[in-house]
């Protein structure tokens, strides 16, 4: 495995950080209120789980399951969703919890089909963020870590299901995901 990765991009050590940091600010921002928390299926998996154990206040959980990339190591921009949330939002602070944000569509199409549903609040929370293949600009309002314009695995992110166990976030080599291979297929919603 170790083989198809090029070098760690965000060690674990600064991702554990930074996730207590997180943790501290939404609690401190929800102070009083009873926060909803949404994971997008299944790259925030381990994101979501560390994160929510670093809150201090009282938080629920809901997820929803995307595909937006198909076959392809990048966003189509066509947007499904594969599961949807259990329970109503209506009326509840909402903080949606991504792995990665890329192009912004998959975010973008997230958020506009959640503002409908009438949530007394919706904000976002992203691990990763590539600013520089932004096509659609969207709201980041707990930040983890920018990073540049290649292809990442690791803590819950993904190339063909697999990768997602690693304890850092690597730099897939680019052979590795330029194979046109059929058995991998992209799992992160983006």
């Known amino acids: 495995m170790h ?10 050590r600064d991702i554990e950080a930074k996730v207590a940091e997180l943790g501290w600010k939404i609690s401190r921002d929800y102070a009083g209120k009873q926060l909803l928390t949404v994971g997008i299926l299944k790259g925030s998996t381990i994101f979501m789980a560390d994160l929510v154990r670093a809150i201090s206040i009282p ?7 995307v595909a937006s990339y ?11 969703i594969l599961k949807d949330l259990d329970e109503s939002i209506e009326g509840q602070d909402v903080l949606l919890i991504e792995d990665i944000v890329d192009t912004g569509l998959t975010l973008n199409y997230l958020l506009e089909t959640l503002r409908t ?3 007394a609040s919706l904000r976002v929370c992203v691990l990763l963020d590539k ?7 969207v709201p980041i309002d707990y930040p983890g870590f ?12 993904d190339y063909g299901g697999r990768y997602r166990n690693l304890p850092d976030v690597w730099v897939l080599k680019p052979e590795v995901y ?8 992209i799992q992160n919603s983006e």
Not at 4 to 10: K, M, S, T
Not at 59 to 65: E, G, I, L, P
Not at 146 to 157: A, K, N, S, T, W
């Open 3 to 12: 083989s198809d990765l090029d070098r760690i991009l965000v060690p674990g």
């Open 59 to 65: 938080v629920s959980f809901d997820f929803m399951a």
């Open 70 to 80: 198909g076959l392809s190591s990048s966003s189509s921009g066509v947007v499904r």
């Open 117 to 119: 549903r009438n949530p």
């Open 131 to 137: 600013p520089n293949r932004r096509r659609v600009e």
């Open 146 to 157: 920018v990073i540049p314009d290649e292809f990442v695995v690791g803590y819950g992110l």
């Open 178 to 185: 330029g194979k046109k291979n059929s058995e991998f297929r």
